[in-house]
């Protein structure tokens, strides 16, 4: 019998082992750092926005197999979309991988690939991995300067 735990996890080590839209951002014009202190990730994240809508995205750095599969669904997610659409997904992931009770299926379908890393809010210290990364490019949105902390 297949388990949905095992496709989960197929997209992780998926996304860590071969990140999507990893590197330099040619003509980037947002960007933004993150740091996570607990574990040592580090990314940048870089986007072009052109008229509200993010025409691309990528990121950069070292991390741990959460942290990096997340930067990477990330990146997937978010091309094409508007910066309010993008700052809303961010919300909803973060709540995906913070609130206490279990999302629904709607939610889970709504959130594609992204719930992939839903089991990570059983483990409080791998949520930073996950929401480094997006964090980081709520910064990149908002234009923040200072690196994110994840502490």
Same mark, same amino acid.
């Given at each position: 019998? !297949?388990? #949905?735990?095992?496709?989960?996890?197929?997209?992780?080590?998926?996304?860590?082992?071969?990140?999507?839209? !990893?590197?330099?951002?040619?003509?980037?014009?947002?960007?933004?750092?993150?740091?996570?202190?607990?574990?040592?990730?580090? #990314?940048?994240?870089?986007?072009?926005?052109?008229?509200?809508?993010?025409?691309?995205?990528?990121?950069?750095?070292?991390?741990?197999?959460?942290?990096?599969?997340? $930067?990477?669904?990330?990146?997937?997610?978010?091309?094409?979309?508007?910066?309010?659409?993008?700052?809303?997904? !961010?919300?909803?992931?973060?709540?995906?991988?913070?609130?206490?009770?279990?999302?629904?299926?709607?939610?889970?379908?709504?959130?594609?690939?992204?719930?992939? #890393?839903?089991?990570?809010?059983?483990?409080?210290?791998?949520?930073?991995?996950?929401?480094?990364?997006?964090?980081?490019?709520? $910064?990149? #949105?908002?234009?923040?300067?200072?690196?994110?902390?994840?502490?």
């Amino acid at each position: 019998m !297949f388990d #949905l735990k095992d496709l989960y996890q197929e997209v992780i080590i998926d996304h860590s082992k071969r990140p999507r839209h !990893f590197g330099k951002l040619a003509g980037q014009n947002r960007e933004a750092e993150g740091y996570n202190p607990l574990c040592g990730d580090r #990314l940048t994240v870089e986007l072009i926005v052109e008229d509200g809508i993010v025409k691309d995205a990528a990121f950069e750095g070292a991390g741990c197999a959460i942290s990096t599969a997340s $930067a990477s669904l990330m990146t997937d997610m978010v091309r094409g979309k508007t910066e309010a659409e993008a700052q809303a997904l !961010f919300r909803q992931f973060q709540s995906l991988v913070t609130r206490n009770d279990p999302p629904t299926e709607d939610e889970l379908l709504e959130l594609e690939k992204l719930a992939a #890393l839903a089991g990570v809010r059983a483990f409080p210290s791998r949520v930073k991995c996950a929401t480094l990364a997006w964090h980081t490019l709520s $910064a990149a #949105l908002d234009r923040r300067n200072a690196p994110v902390k994840t502490e």
